[in-house]
């Protein structure tokens, strides 16, 4: 019963975000208490957001921690929520292009997922800029955006069924992944 509630709710998800969600299907067939942790534990985690004025710093960083994991299937999956969820399509695609810095709030939140990741020597400016201008709580939630976006990515390229590098689209456009190194 677990494991058919869990397919309707994957396939639903899946549906509603044009997503292929073989992986969690495939989880979900193997252990009912593995696909009740994907389903339920990790996006309790993942989806912690923080104080509301916030919000485009945390999809940044999710978008960056995303991105750090897959640049395909999984990376339009978050710039879908984030179009969602009201995050301005111009400053995503600004993102998306290599140009984070452009990119106001959402970019702060891109480049501070990219320095916390890779311990970067403007982590502790980003830190400060982001508790400063939204709180210690904004912190909290973009740290948790940095770590868990990579949490799918890696999850999925583990069990085989990760995809190669591709566009992704921001509304009609199409935008080629350029992430500065």
Same mark, same amino acid.
């Given at each position: 019963?677990? !494991?058919?509630? =869990?397919? @309707?709710?994957?396939?639903?998800?899946?549906? /509603?975000?044009?997503?292929?969600?073989?992986?969690?299907?495939?989880?979900?067939?193997?252990?009912?208490?593995?696909?009740?942790? @994907?389903?339920?534990?990790?996006? =309790?985690?993942?989806?912690?957001?923080?104080?509301?004025?916030?919000?485009?710093? /945390?999809?940044?960083? $999710?978008?960056?921690?995303? +991105?750090?994991?897959?640049?395909?299937?999984?990376?339009?999956?978050?710039?879908?929520?984030? #179009?969602?969820?009201?995050?301005?399509?111009?400053? +995503?695609? #600004?993102?998306? $292009?290599?140009?984070?810095?452009?990119?106001?709030?959402?970019?702060?939140?891109?480049?501070?997922?990219?320095?916390?990741?890779?311990?970067?020597?403007?982590?502790?400016?980003?830190? $400060?800029?982001?508790? @400063?201008?939204?709180?210690?709580?904004?912190?909290?939630?973009?740290?948790?955006?940095?770590?868990?976006? /990579?949490?799918?990515?890696?999850?999925?390229?583990?069990?085989?069924?990760?995809?190669?590098?591709?566009?992704?689209?921001?509304?009609?456009?199409?935008? /080629?992944?350029?992430?500065? !190194?």
């Amino acid at each position: 019963m677990i !494991k058919f509630l =869990l397919k @309707l709710a994957t396939q639903s998800f899946a549906d /509603r975000y044009s997503y292929d969600a073989a992986y969690m299907q495939h989880v979900t067939k193997t252990s009912a208490s593995a696909g009740l942790r @994907l389903a339920i534990a990790l996006p =309790l985690f993942a989806q912690y957001r923080g104080p509301r004025a916030a919000q485009e710093v /945390r999809w940044g960083a $999710q978008l960056a921690s995303t +991105l750090d994991g897959d640049c395909g299937p999984c990376a339009q999956l978050v710039a879908r929520m984030a #179009l969602e969820a009201g995050m301005p399509a111009d400053k +995503l695609a #600004l993102c998306l $292009q290599g140009q984070a810095g452009s990119a106001g709030d959402l970019g702060l939140g891109f480049r501070f997922a990219r320095a916390a990741i890779a311990d970067g020597p403007e982590l502790e400016e980003l830190r $400060q800029e982001i508790a @400063l201008r939204f709180g210690e709580t904004a912190v909290v939630a973009v740290s948790f955006a940095a770590a868990s976006g /990579r949490i799918f990515p890696v999850l999925k390229r583990g069990l085989g069924f990760a995809k190669t590098c591709s566009q992704v689209s921001i509304g009609d456009e199409m935008i /080629r992944v350029q992430l500065q !190194k």
